[in-house]
């Protein structure tokens, strides 16, 4: 019995013009912003990573210098595009693509790509990520929100109950029909998805056919919970009418209200200093220290080495004790950023907890959170590359000071390095977090995705149950 | 039975429903959160530039300071930071802070603010790179999610609103049967419709504007009327819209149920799908440039720079005479060979910003036209563009800020080529920012031919609706 249902249904949807029609536009969304995202995404990490190879060839090809002076030209960094950020490509366009990594300084990244772009741009930017968290659930209650109460208004749905069919078997198999409907549209999208992962991966990442299972997995859940929420409206709803305007509802405070609402929430609750502060903040740290950091004394510097090395004069020390001094700078500039930039970016992480915990009042938060991990182009991920850059630097600093300390004299401003050094240093290689560290930091979103699905069927089976036949 | 008699009855059967009281209280509440959200981001940055100007006086009497001090015999703080060489106090130690006060609107809308920088330090060594910076410190998720404003609960939340006020203005008097009642009074479908209409927008637009003028005047934006009026004529125009499609659509002689579905569409279709088409199309038929070739560029041009430095100075004295009075080639200052080679880096970086602008601003007239497709998009456009939060203002602050390096720029290179010492005395001389903001009409200039296709789509789908009401009878 439940086999003629779910073939009704099925195509009945299939043969419905407005299915048809609205299947239609969504599809070809979701199959323009893939391809769209994919060309955008590999044209991107071209680009950047024929940058790098000539921030590399910059930094290789500089000439003899003093290895201080080339710390001071340093190198650039750009961000790469990972794999699956063709279909979310997240937060990428509000961080900066490249960083400048030079002596003594911690620079941001520049080059948002959304502030070469328009206003209206901003509005309307659409990924597939936003077709899927957007217009699949509005298709999900277009199908759904007559499922029982059309029948319900039209009579039938006591004649079909009469046939001796469960109440439980009716409502799974209008599911099923309209699932595999459904599936029409999103299984083609999604080998069209794993086959551009496949054959032509636009960026490097860690296990992304991992990533993209689970991707799918994670979006094939939150349009469960949709289908199981709009059945459960419409099982209970007096009429379809109000079944489509209460789960319109439900859309527009899931996909409109909510997201905007967590934003100036998570302002309020942890608001970030002004770009100005920042800077200030920490150009004045930087210049006398602060609580039990201070800076480097130059002084008790040079008398330690003295005392290390057993001679008098500073002429006659084996080493460069300015580039000991140097380097103890770095140190402690370090440690004054690892202060200021680790409180910006825990603050953010803070600002993101808070969009994560209104998940409950709206799934798509949720999902957003997990697509854009998974992707590798949440704000965790922008932070995990800005750190790797970051340490990258450092090793760089510290070579560039030993190598002055070892191979001249204190007060020889002539020494000169060449490529060999340059060479030595090992270009900057990033590898991507792995699947597990972006799930172990997405718990809560699982959970709380999790319980929206687990509540949304618990809420379908009881409104089926207690539906009213006429 | 006058339009008075249709607006008092309206009036007692509207607070009579309570689902329809609920949802103007929500509207309420999201109107009074959407400007609470703006007046804080609006204090948030009157702090800022606040603070930006006072750290300008700063610089300019610690400089005063150690000027004097070394006037009197003192030494420099650092040897490496003397001010007196026009090199530093026309450096980053002695840079002026260029700040673009918030737009006078800013409560209402946020627009562009959050991402595009509204202060610049501006010293010797300001070139195009230098605006390629970040603007205020800002989580990229609130950046890319975008802000809970006004101009939010306007241009997305107001037309469901008036579709749930008027979706069914007519078809619930056919349905209840009423409408033949009406209209053997002596009075047309046409002025109860209008005398109906006239009172949800009334209801609505008036919220929306009483609680902008709130927002107006605890904020102080009355200073510039003409984008107070804007906003509103934005405001009263875009809304009118989606009554008028209400009408048109009442006309069709559908049941509720229809109406609502179609008006609904509507709405996606206009205020999501359209604009995420648009963006679409933009995005493949007329790709933004990316910036980082410019870097690049960057790098060479200064590499190139370093080693050719005589011959770039022997060339840029040849160029501007004017700076250079007093300077003898043969034998440079360091500084003066320094500045040439930064100088061929500047504009090495100018022909490649201008390039890529050039080919961004086509861009930008193309993505810009398709913004007619979409009434949502015009609205938007239009109300941060009053609030003074839009692209173009910022675009204006750009070129004053360039303008204002390069005269930074004149004031400190002659000194800097002829190897000069800088005193106290010049400090009153040296350039100070003063920002001259957009005339009052630039905005209005703009919204003209948005407002007035509005305007226009109005007055279509207004008339539309008038034809259609003149046929109603009420045996239909």
Request: aromatic share 8%.
């Amino acid at each position: 019995m439940i086999r003629h249902i779910v073939r009704k249904e099925f195509t009945d949807v299939v043969r419905d013009g407005r299915f048809r029609w609205c299947s239609v536009l969504v599809g070809s969304l979701l199959l323009i912003s893939l391809g769209h995202g994919w060309v955008q995404a590999r044209n991107a990490q071209q680009e950047h990573a024929a940058a790098q190879a000539t921030a590399r060839e910059h930094w290789e090809t500089q000439g003899e210098k003093n290895p201080h002076s080339a710390a001071h030209y340093g190198i650039y960094a750009f961000k790469p595009r990972l794999a699956l950020s063709f279909v979310d490509e997240g937060v990428d366009p509000y961080t900066g693509t490249s960083v400048w990594l030079e002596a003594h300084r911690q620079n941001d990244f520049l080059l948002r790509p959304a502030q070469d772009a328009t206003a209206a741009q901003r509005i309307g930017a659409l990924t597939a990520a936003q077709v899927l968290q957007h217009l699949v659930p509005l298709l999900i209650i277009l199908l759904t929100f007559g499922a029982l109460a059309s029948e319900r208004e039209r009579g039938t749905l006591r004649q079909l109950l009469a046939t001796g069919i469960g109440r439980r078997e009716l409502a799974a198999g209008k599911a099923l029909g309209i699932s595999g409907a459904l599936a029409l549209l999103l299984v083609p999208a999604a080998l069209v998805g794993a086959a551009a992962l496949v054959v032509a991966s636009p960026g490097p990442a860690a296990s992304p056919l991992a990533r993209g299972t689970v991707l799918a997995g994670v979006y094939l859940g939150y349009f469960t919970a949709f289908l199981a929420l709009s059945l459960a409206v419409s099982a209970w709803a007096r009429s379809a009418r109000t079944a489509l305007v209460i789960l319109l509802a439900v859309w527009v405070v899931n996909g409109l209200v909510a997201p905007r609402v967590a934003v100036d929430l998570s302002k309020w609750l942890h608001p970030t200093p002004s770009a100005f502060e920042f800077a200030r903040t920490v150009q004045s740290e930087m210049s006398t220290g602060v609580a039990d950091i201070s800076p480097p004394d130059r002084d008790a510097s040079t008398q330690r080495l003295l005392a290390e090395y057993g001679v008098e004069r500073v002429e006659d020390l084996p080493i460069n004790a300015v580039g000991v001094y140097l380097q103890e700078s770095e140190e402690f500039g370090n440690r004054i950023f690892d202060r200021n930039y680790g409180a910006l970016w825990d603050t953010f992480e803070r600002q993101g907890v808070v969009h994560e915990m209104l998940a409950v009042a709206a799934p798509l938060l949720a999902v957003r959170t997990l697509s854009m991990g998974l992707a590798g182009t949440d704000v965790e991920q922008h932070r995990h590359f800005a750190t790797a850059a970051e340490t990258y630097r450092r090793d760089l600093m510290r070579q560039m000071n030993g190598d002055m300390t070892e191979n001249s004299l204190t007060g020889d401003f002539s020494y000169a390095a060449g490529a060999e050094l340059w060479e030595s240093v090992p270009p900057l290689q990033y590898a991507a977090p792995t699947l597990g560290w972006v799930l172990g930091n997405r718990i809560l979103s699982l959970l709380v995705l999790g319980a929206w699905l687990a509540g949304a069927i618990l809420a379908a089976v009881a409104r089926v149950r207690r539906a009213e036949v006429g | 039975m006058t339009a008075r008699t249709v607006l008092r009855n309206e009036w007692r059967l509207l607070m009579a429903d309570r689902a329809l009281r609920i949802v103007l209280g929500l509207f309420a509440a999201l109107l009074v959160y959407a400007l609470a959200n703006g007046v804080v981001w609006l204090r948030f940055q009157e702090r800022t530039v606040e603070a930006v100007e006072s750290g300008n006086g700063e610089r300019t009497s610690a400089l005063q300071q150690e000027l004097d001090a070394i006037a009197n015999g003192g030494q420099p703080s650092s040897p490496f930071a003397d001010p007196r060489s026009p090199l530093v106090l026309g450096g980053p130690s002695g840079s002026h802070t260029a700040a673009l006060e918030p737009g006078s609107l800013t409560a209402l809308a946020v627009g562009q603010s959050d991402l595009l920088p509204y202060y610049y330090d501006v010293n010797i060594y300001t070139n195009e790179s230098s605006f390629q910076q970040n603007g205020e410190v800002e989580n990229p998720l609130n950046l890319m999610v975008g802000r809970f404003d006004l101009a939010f609960v306007v241009v997305y939340l107001l037309p469901l609103l008036v579709l749930a006020l008027s979706f069914n203005v007519l078809s619930e008097e056919r349905e209840q049967g009423t409408l033949a009642l009406t209209l053997s009074q002596p009075v047309s479908a046409r002025s109860v419709v209008a005398a109906k209409l006239a009172f949800r927008a009334f209801l609505v637009v008036g919220m929306v504007l009483a609680m902008s003028l709130l927002g107006v005047l605890a904020t102080g934006g009355f200073d510039s009327p003409g984008r107070v009026l804007l906003w509103c004529a934005a405001v009263v125009t875009y809304s009118l819209f989606w009554f008028v499609l209400a009408a048109w659509v009442n006309t069709l002689r559908r049941s509720s149920a229809w109406n609502a579905t179609v008006l609904v569409g509507a709405w996606l279709v206009l205020v999501v799908v359209l604009p995420a088409a648009i963006n679409i199309a933009a995005g493949l038929l007329h790709p933004l440039p990316s910036r980082v070739e410019m870097i690049t560029a960057q790098r060479d041009a200064s590499n190139d720079a370093v080693n050719r430095r005589s011959e770039l100075l022997a060339r840029y004295l040849e160029d501007h005479p004017e700076m250079a009075e007093g300077v003898v080639a043969d034998e440079p200052g360091l500084g003066a060979l320094a500045w040439a080679a930064t100088d061929a880096v500047n504009r090495r970086l100018e022909e490649v910003t201008s390039e890529h602008d050039a080919r961004r601003a086509d861009q930008i007239v193309l993505v810009r036209r398709y913004r007619f497709l979409s009434p949502a998009l015009l609205a938007q456009d239009v109300l941060i563009d009053a609030a003074g939060t839009g692209d173009a203002r910022f675009a204006h602050f750009q070129s004053q800020v360039r303008a204002f390096a390069e005269q930074w720029r004149e004031f400190f290179v002659p000194a800097i080529l002829a190897d000069e010492q800088m005193t106290a005395s010049v400090l009153p001389n040296v350039p100070k920012f003063r920002l001259a903001d957009e005339e009052p009409g630039d905005a209005t200039r703009r919204a003209a031919v948005p407002l007035t296709v509005l305007g226009g789509l109005v007055l279509l789908v207004g008339m539309g609706a008038g034809v259609g009401l003149g046929r109603v009878r009420g045996a239909d």
